[in-house]
């Protein structure tokens, strides 16, 4: 139970010296370093399974597959310890060496960050592991490898046990984590009694703010007279790109994404553009590809060329241009902005935007009615935007909270009904369930005697956990083959209507299509697998204006930014 866990926790702190504290906090987050630290282990799956295999003179296939129904490798190697390591004759622990601590598990830590060569990375793995003397040490150190403790100790639970070691209310700590955002070192604060001292720092990524979601545009009225009576809020368009944080100090500009991941290597005009502002800033935005000529958002999918690339070459830059918008700013020249108003950010933005025409700035406008808020989204479809985030001008900044102050209205593609063709063990909690679903839609009338289910996309959201488990029963009973012992291709039976944001060519599925962002809405038992839905339905949505990454192919490279093919404008309705 949660608060078993957290009073555990909170003892076991209290037991800690000044220099113990800080690496038992940041390994109870499963992280081998602070969260502002941008050092990695750089180990692989395959890494630790050489060294494993080597060690314990097995066959790689039967590690594998030890791995496969752990759902994880620090469970895995916790069973190979308990049945391989005997206490009273260890022979493969290097007894001339200390048991392992808290600190020699940081040296280690360290030095495999700043060890390049994969040999050497193993030589290492391998020196650590002839340490660990139980199982649970095999299991924690598999589980901080891979940043994955999956202990039920989440962010929540781990703040909590930090304000009960030390007394402290739990907002504080919170607070403190938020502007710090370091656990190890707000643990050390917490226990000095020095919350109140935390000041925020750039380049330490603050969690996103979120939003509540409305199905229309009279719920989003409703809501809003709900929360402020009369007051209008601030609707600004939603965009199809990446939420992303822009830190800026002097010239020094870091990116981070709502994984926290850094990525100035694919968005160097960004960074550029960045540095020319003025101030120090941390800015909360989208980043967009963008045509510049005509002042529009493009289609997702050239974004997709971008990530992940750290060469671009000119032709890149060119063909794929990209932009951040701002909507928010959450620090100015030493002054953090969070709990201020919006309409007070919003003010301090275009001081900050308002001289320079690089980074651009999100337009907004006021609404209150149903009416006005239809009219905007329809605005925003038409740009080809995805709808609206609607924003409480008297709100402040609360990371990582998605709650009343913003609330999003998007309206999706129509549905598809589609065809189960595999399923395969899901992680964490659901590694004993089949949760992860493959699924298509037939090539041509299922009458005709060649037809074919060809598939479309995977997805793993919208069901229950008692649905799974019944899925799961059922879908082992008709499973005409496995693979690597969690991947079950399946007869065609079972039906799902899913849905989606948008459709794009692709060459990673058979049906040359896939799905954006697949949801499974329900379960239709009432539908038989010859019903489910065709290729050609599929396509038609592709083709349809209203799918705004229609106009670029997976196959192949799309046209430069300017020179797109314009769609006629008078098509049928999704719908009819």
Request: a neutral charge.
């Amino acid at each position: 139970k949660k608060l078993a866990k957290q009073s555990a926790l909170a003892a076991y702190f209290r037991t800690l010296d000044e220099a113990q504290l800080p690496l038992a906090a940041r390994f109870a987050a499963g992280r081998p370093f602070a969260a502002t630290d941008e050092r990695v282990l750089g180990i692989s799956g395959a890494a630790v399974s050489a060294v494993v295999v080597e060690m314990f003179e097995m066959d790689p296939e039967q590690w594998y597959r030890r791995v496969t129904a752990a759902g994880e490798f620090g469970e895995a190697m916790a069973q190979l310890w308990h049945e391989r390591i005997d206490p009273q004759n260890p022979a493969r622990i290097d007894q001339q060496r200390p048991p392992l601590s808290l600190h020699n598990l940081q040296k280690t830590w360290d030095v495999l960050a700043q060890t390049g060569q994969q040999e050497a990375k193993r030589d290492e793995l391998r020196r650590l592991f002839m340490r660990i003397r139980t199982p649970r040490e095999a299991a924690y150190v598999g589980k901080i490898i891979f940043s994955d403790l999956r202990t039920g100790v989440r962010e929540g639970v781990l703040h909590a046990a930090l304000a009960e070691a030390f007394g402290h209310e739990l907002e504080a700590v919170r607070r403190a984590i938020l502007l710090v955002g370091d656990v190890g070192e707000v643990a050390l604060l917490a226990k000095q009694r020095k919350l109140a001292e935390a000041r925020f720092r750039l380049f330490n990524p603050v969690s996103f703010m979120l939003a509540g979601v409305v199905e229309t545009a009279q719920e989003a009225a409703e809501a809003i007279s709900k929360a402020t009576g009369d007051a209008a809020w601030l609707a600004e368009h939603k965009l199809d790109g990446i939420r992303a944080q822009i830190h800026k100090q002097d010239q020094r500009v870091a990116i981070f994404t709502r994984t926290l991941d850094r990525v100035e290597e694919s968005f160097p005009e960004i960074v550029e553009h960045a540095g020319a502002a003025a101030g120090d800033l941390l800015l909360d935005g989208e980043i967009v590809p963008y045509d510049a000529e005509t002042g529009t958002v493009l289609p997702f999918a050239m974004l997709q060329k971008r990530l992940g690339r750290k060469n671009l070459t000119p032709e890149i830059l060119e063909h794929y241009p990209c932009r951040f918008i701002a909507f928010d700013l959450l620090f100015r020249d030493g002054e953090l902005l969070l709990d201020r108003p919006l309409a007070e950010r919003r003010l301090a933005l275009e001081d900050v935007l308002g001289a320079q025409d690089q980074l651009l700035m999100s337009a907004i406008a006021p609404v209150r009615a149903a009416e006005e808020i239809q009219l905007a989204f329809d605005e925003s479809r038409r740009m080809k935007n995805e709808g609206l985030v609607i924003k409480d001008p008297q709100s402040p900044y609360t990371p990582g909270r998605r709650g009343g102050a913003w609330i999003k209205l998007k309206t999706h593609l129509p549905t598809l009904d589609v065809v189960v063709t595999a399923a395969e063990h899901g992680h964490g909690r659901r590694r004993n369930v089949l949760s992860d679903y493959t699924f298509g839609v037939w090539d041509r009338d299922p009458v005709e005697p060649e037809a074919r289910l060809v598939n479309i996309g995977k997805a793993y959201s919208g069901v229950t956990d008692l649905e799974i488990e019944k899925l799961t029963e059922l879908f082992l009973l008709i499973q005409t083959g496995v693979a690597g012992g969690r991947h079950y291709t399946v007869r065609p039976q079972v039906v799902f209507e899913v849905a989606f944001d948008a459709i794009q060519q692709s060459e990673r599925h058979e049906g040359g299509f896939a799905l954006r962002f697949p949801r499974i809405k329900r379960i239709r038992w009432d539908r038989s697998p010859e019903s489910a839905d065709r290729i050609e339905r599929v396509r038609e949505i592709f083709e349809h204006e209203q799918n705004f990454n229609c106009s670029v192919s997976g196959l192949a490279d799309p046209e430069p930014a300017g020179k797109r093919r314009r769609k006629a404008t008078q098509q049928p309705g999704l719908f009819d």
